[in-house]
């Protein structure tokens, strides 16, 4: 929730974000797609618009599943909010849109690599779900492309960014 992210930020040194937030595409609002849209934090993260191919997924963003882990984006953001989020059918015509900043890919994990490395091709930052790729080969590849485009690419392996995680490290550690 809202405390742990709180928590996460200020154990970690983060500020909070000068000026706006980072206007962001959504690829794949299936299963784990929508929990991390649940999860998102709107003070960092502004979804302008969302892709995936079933219709009955591109609906689910927006009205969730009724409980608390798919929330869906109207129960999150409002319907006002909602009306100006941008749908589209597949990742393409999303990674075409100019006012996009950055993705989060949230597909099967065949397609992590594939739509990472179009989405710095087209100029965006991407946050990838877990795992990264399929394969090491497609790993290194991601992050080849990353070094040539210069965009931002990170994967979301959120034990990473745990407190919990870190403290008992330090502990080891020391």
């Given at each position: ?6 928590l ?6 983060y ?6 937030p ?9 299963d784990e797609?929508?929990v991390?849209?649940?999860?998102h934090?709107?003070?960092?993260l ?14 689910r ?8 882990h798919?929330?869906g984006?109207?129960?999150?953001l409002?319907?006002a ?5 941008k749908?589209y ?5 999303l990674?075409?849109?100019?006012d996009?900043e ?11 690599a ?5 989405a ?6 991407v ?8 394969t090491?080969?497609?790993?290194k590849?991601?992050i ?8 931002l ?7 990473h ?5 870190d403290?008992?490290?330090d502990?080891?550690?020391?």
């Amino acid at each position: 929730g809202a405390t742990a992210t709180g928590l996460g930020a200020t154990y970690f040194g983060y500020d909070k974000l000068k000026g706006e937030p980072v206007r962001v595409g959504w690829i794949g609002c299936g299963d784990e797609g929508s929990v991390l849209l649940t999860q998102h934090p709107p003070a960092y993260l502004d979804i302008v618009a969302i892709s995936d191919l079933r219709p009955s997924n591109r609906d689910r963003a927006f009205i969730g599943d009724g409980n608390e882990h798919r929330v869906g984006l109207i129960s999150k953001l409002g319907e006002a909010k909602c009306k100006k989020i941008k749908r589209y059918e597949n990742h393409r015509d999303l990674l075409a849109d100019k006012d996009i900043e950055a993705v989060v890919v949230a597909v099967p994990l065949n397609q992590h690599a594939p739509i990472a490395i179009e989405a710095m091709k087209a100029g965006k930052h991407v946050l990838c779900e877990k795992l990264m790729a399929k394969t090491i080969e497609q790993c290194k590849e991601m992050i080849e492309v990353q070094k040539q485009t210069g965009k931002l690419l990170a994967v979301g392996h959120q034990r990473h960014y745990s407190v919990l995680y870190d403290n008992a490290n330090d502990l080891i550690r020391r």
